[in-house]
C-alpha cells in the first residue's frame, strides 16, 4: 500500500490500494439518475436526507466526461471501483482512495475519450463517493449532494 500526502492543507490524501474489482453487473444495472452534466450519472445509496447533510452514492462519468470544479464543505471520501479519473491532484485509477479535506477543490474528468464508445480499451470511472456536508460549486452558493 502506497500512501502520499502533500503538503498543502487542502490537498487530499491518495493512497493506492492495489485493489482490483469486477463490478460490470452492478455497474450495468437500473437506478442511476441523470445529473445536468453530460455523461455523469448517480446512484445514491442512502434514501432521503442525511442528517450530517451529506450524501452516500455511486457515481458514474462517461470517458472523457466530468464534474465541474467543486469544493468540499466537509471530508470527501473517493474509493475508485473501476476506470479513473484527473483532477488537480493527478491521474488516479482503480482501485485508489481519495480523501479530499474540508474547503479543497477539484474538477475530476473521467480518464478516456469521449468520442469513443465506453468499453474495457475506454472504460467508464464507476467510483463510491461519501461527500459530508456536501459541495458547493464553484461561482455558486447553493450546496448540493449531487
Not at 493512497?15 to 437506478?31: I, S
Not at 470544479?69 to 488516479?92: C, P, Q, S, T
Not at 469521449?114 to 450546496?143: H, K, M, Q, Y
Amino acid at each position: 500500500m502506497q500512501s502520499m500526502t502533500s503538503p498543502r492543507s487542502n490537498s487530499p490524501v491518495i493512497t493506492a490500494l492495489g485493489l482490483e474489482v469486477h463490478l460490470d453487473a452492478a455497474a450495468d444495472q437500473g437506478g442511476w439518475l441523470e445529473t445536468r452534466y453530460e455523461g455523469v450519472q448517480w446512484k445514491p445509496l442512502v434514501s432521503g436526507k442525511s442528517p450530517e447533510g451529506g450524501v452516500s452514492a455511486l457515481i458514474r462519468m462517461q470517458p472523457g466526461t466530468g464534474y465541474p470544479a467543486h469544493k468540499h464543505l466537509d471530508f470527501e471520501d473517493v474509493l475508485i471501483l473501476a476506470g479513473g479519473y484527473r483532477d488537480e491532484f493527478g491521474e488516479h485509477c482503480t482501485g485508489t482512495y481519495l480523501r479530499y479535506p474540508p474547503g479543497s477543490t477539484h474538477a475530476p474528468v473521467a480518464l478516456g475519450d469521449s468520442a469513443r464508445e465506453s468499453g474495457p480499451e475506454n472504460p467508464a470511472c464507476l467510483l463510491f463517493a461519501v461527500a459530508r456536508g456536501g459541495i458547493e460549486l464553484e461561482g455558486d452558493t447553493s450546496s448540493t449532494g449531487e
